[in-house]
Every structure is written in structure tokens, then in C-alpha cells.
């Protein structure tokens, strides 16, 4: 018997709807999904592809650095920020961020987290927008060299690191003792990440390690750092409720990545955990076991502020060309009051950070340890002048 001709129509348009459901679910239609912009236009949103863990990727190759394999303490590292309207779509299309989920939670088990470890922590956990509104805001991109060491270099921090000096004195010399780390340097990061413990950051390390490993920019680097601390979760080092960091996953005093924590946590006092939060002995040696492992060389110093008594090519500039002082001397570089270049005979590279100012600065091994610590020239400076400071009082 003939079949109406509008019953076809109908199960011909329900058969259709079913294979394109099928294909919508493919891997390949996920890999291009539309969605709209701010401006309401349509666009593609790729999905990142699921990666096994690494061992930080986003570190850019840079021949001749002891520790290139160290992951980086932190990761609020100068890269290029994202348009404000570049957002991670959440609320148009829930199904992509439940199927990365999925793909993340059977990684994790494969790894040896527990389900009951995943589960918990990310019960209820979705990207957080004000996790992206900081990573467009990061002050090394803002701030010229001037501005920046003004901020860091004030009165109150110079006062209060020396005061911490004082108070730590001796653990720190017991610490320099074994790591071979001088006391002022570890203050002064101390003193540049947190504020010497004050302002550790209180988000959720989870929920900002989902949004920034769901974000495709740099999402190998933060997955495996999301999966850092679900193991450290699943190891019972530290609770959930007390994994609580910086927007971008940084933890405690001096704002260590959970990879960096796994590997360097130092149970400075034998308590059986290592509270980076508020134990200062265990604060401190993890630092020192981080730049010891970096290639800290102890007693040579970061580099200095100089004078040009003529030109420099810009073959010459940056951290890639490494000469003596001698050779440096011959070009016509001085100390900064206009006399000859003095201290120990040791590679150095010429940097310009700041073109507006135009200052010039000759910066040893240790100066490329800190610039680990994040891969900012403005940042590593201030560290670098703010333990000098503090080092006046020693």
C-alpha cells in the first residue's frame, strides 16, 4: 500500500535530523564548532584535542639554560593576551565543556586518580570568567620597566622584607645552608609573589586550572597542571578546601605550580605534610630546592645596570648572545657611572627591556634562573634590584 505523500515528508525529515545529530557528535564536527562572537557574527570554535600530560610545553627553547626541563613555578608569564571578547562559550554550548570533561576524567583515572578523588573535586566545577579577565590583564604587558619597578620596589615592601629578614634569619641561613640559595633572593621572591605571604590568592586551584586548560590557548600547559593537583589531592598532601591559590593555579607564598609542588615540596620541618601556605621552613626549602635544581650559582650575583659609551648592534642584545665582561668592555659597555666593568669574569647578556627608558642592564646565569621563576625581563629585574636592597641591610 502507497504511503501518504506527507508521512514520507515527515519520516524522511526525522531520519535527516538523526544523521545530522550523529554527525554534530563525530569528532569531526566537534573539532569546528559555530558560535558566535561579541559582535554577534558567526565563528569557529575549535576544540582543543585531548593531550596526554607534559612536562611544561609553553616554555619556549632556549639553548644553554641548566634545568630547561623544570617546569616554571608559576605561570603568569608574558604571552600575548586574548581580545576581550574571546571568551571560553560556556552558556551556548554546555555539551562541548560536559565532553571535555568526560575526556579529562577518563585521562585522570588512567593516570592513577581515583574516581572518587576526580568526582569530588570537580563536582559542580565550571570555568570561571574572572580566571580569563586576569589573564588579559597581566601587569608585565601593561607596565613599561619604570612603572613596573615602582610598584615592586616600594617603601613598605623594602621595610617589611628586611623585617623578615630579621625574623627568619637564622632558618634562612640554615636553608642557604643546604640549597646554597643566599637568604635575600628567596625574601625577595617572597616579597614579589605574595607580598611575603600576604596576599596568596583565594580561588579555587581547580576551578582556575579547568577554565585555563578548557581556554584553548595554552591548554596543554594547564591540563597537565590540572592533573598535578588532582594528584596531589589523591596523595593526601594537601585538602580541597586548602587548594586554594593565584588565578592562574599558583599556590602559596611564593606561588608554586602543582607540578613544581609534586617535585619540589620540601618537608622542611618532618610534619608529614608541606604547608607553603603558612610554614615558612617549608616555604623556603622548596624555594631553595627549586633554584638549586634551575642552576643557581651561588655568590655570583644577577648582573648589573651599565652604561653604552656607543652604540650596540641588536645582533648583540638579548639572552641569546652571551659574552665575557672583557669582551663586553671592548664594545664599549661601562659601569654605570661611566667607569670600567668590575666583578667576576662570567658570561653575561645585554638587555634593553624597556626601549621607552632605555636603560641597559648586564645579566649573569642567576638573572636567567629568576626569569624561570616567570619568563618576564621586568620581573626578574625587580627580584634581582629588590634583593640587592634588601641585601644593603645584611
Not at 21 to 42: C, M
Not at 372 to 391: I, P
Request: include cysteine; charged fraction near 20%; proline fraction near 6%.
Amino acid at each position: 500500500m502507497m504511503k501518504n505523500p506527507r508521512t514520507l515528508v515527515s519520516l524522511g525529515l526525522t531520519s535527516l535530523g538523526l544523521l545530522l545529530g550523529l554527525l554534530l557528535r563525530s569528532p569531526l564536527a566537534r573539532a569546528a564548532v559555530p558560535t558566535g562572537n561579541a559582535n554577534g557574527e558567526a565563528t569557529l570554535l575549535r576544540q582543543e584535542p585531548r593531550v596526554a600530560a607534559v612536562q611544561n610545553p609553553q616554555r619556549p627553547a632556549e639553548p644553554g639554560l641548566a634545568g630547561d626541563d623544570l617546569p616554571s613555578p608559576r605561570a603568569v608569564d608574558v604571552v600575548q593576551a586574548r581580545p576581550a571578547g574571546d571568551q571560553i562559550p560556556r552558556e551556548d554550548s554546555p555539551w562541548l565543556y560536559a565532553d571535555w570533561l568526560a575526556g579529562l576524567r577518563v585521562e585522570a583515572l588512567a593516570e592513577g586518580i581515583s574516581a572518587a578523588t576526580f568526582d569530588a573535586a570537580l563536582a559542580g566545577v565550571a570555568p570561571l570568567p574572572e580566571v580569563l579577565a586576569s589573564d588579559r590583564n597581566q601587569p608585565e604587558l601593561k607596565l613599561g620597566l619604570e612603572a613596573y619597578l615602582a610598584r615592586l620596589l616600594s617603601e613598605r615592601r623594602l621595610t617589611t622584607g628586611q623585617a623578615q629578614l630579621r625574623h627568619h634569619h637564622q632558618l634562612l641561613l640554615e636553608i642557604q645552608a643546604r640549597y646554597r640559595v643566599e637568604p635575600r633572593f628567596l625574601v625577595a621572591l617572597w616579597g614579589a609573589e605574595s607580598d611575603y605571604g600576604r596576599v596568596t590568592g583565594n580561588l579555587p586551584v581547580v576551578g582556575a586550572l579547568v577554565t585555563l586548560a578548557y581556554d584553548p590557548r595554552r591548554a596543554a600547559y594547564f591540563r597537565a597542571e590540572l592533573l598535578a593537583a588532582l594528584h596531589i589531592l589523591e596523595e593526601h598532601r594537601v585538602t580541597l578546601a586548602d587548594l586554594r591559590g593565584s588565578w592562574a593555579g599558583a599556590m602559596g607564598g611564593l606561588q608554586f605550580m602543582p607540578t613544581v609542588y609534586r617535585r619540589f615540596a620540601v618537608d622542611y620541618n618532618g610534619d608529614g605534610q608541606v604547608d607553603i601556605w603558612r610554614d615558612p621552613g617549608d616555604l623556603f626549602a622548596t624555594g631553595g630546592a627549586y633554584l638549586a635544581d634551575s642552576g643557581w650559582r651561588t655568590g655570583q650575583g644577577w648582573g648589573c645596570e651599565v652604561r653604552l659609551s656607543r652604540p650596540v648592534g641588536p645582533e648583540l642584545l638579548g639572552h641569546g648572545q652571551r659574552l665575557s665582561l672583557a669582551q663586553w668592555r671592548e664594545r664599549g659597555v661601562q659601569a654605570l657611572d661611566g667607569g670600567a666593568l668590575a666583578g667576576l669574569e662570567q658570561e653575561a647578556s645585554l638587555i634593553i627591556p624597556d626601549a621607552a627608558s632605555g636603560r641597559a642592564f648586564l645579566v649573569y646565569e642567576n638573572f636567567r634562573v629568576l626569569r624561570k621563576w616567570n619568563r618576564s625581563d621586568l620581573y626578574a629585574l625587580a627580584v634581582a634590584m629588590l634583593a640587592d636592597r634588601l641585601g644593603e641591610g645584611e
